[in-house]
């Protein structure tokens, strides 16, 4: 196997042969991902958490826990409110999954 100083690989590596350890770091990504988008559609409007969550009809926290790149309790129907709010849509796609070939 070829070194690597490629985070993504090197995880890719420890994880290929584990499904359960593979599993629990895509639902991390995935959450941090989430956590991302709302917080990049949010400044890229100029809101604060507080003004987001004003315009959503619920308190600053809970947008500072959705921008969280650990919380695990993501919903669809707060993602549409969200985008809503900031005039825009929630898209969904699936998409094969793409394993890396072993040589």
Known sequence: MAKTSDAIKIIDRI???DP???DLVEEAS???EVAQLIYSARTSSGLTQKQLALLVGTKQP?????EDADY???SLSMLQKIAQALNQRVVIHLTPIE???SA
């Open 15 to 17: 994880t290929s042969t």
């Open 20 to 22: 359960e350890l593979e």
């Open 30 to 32: 995935i959450n941090a």
């Open 62 to 66: 809970v947008i500072a826990r959705l």
């Open 72 to 74: 695990e309790g993501h």
């Open 99 to 101: 394993r890396e070939q």
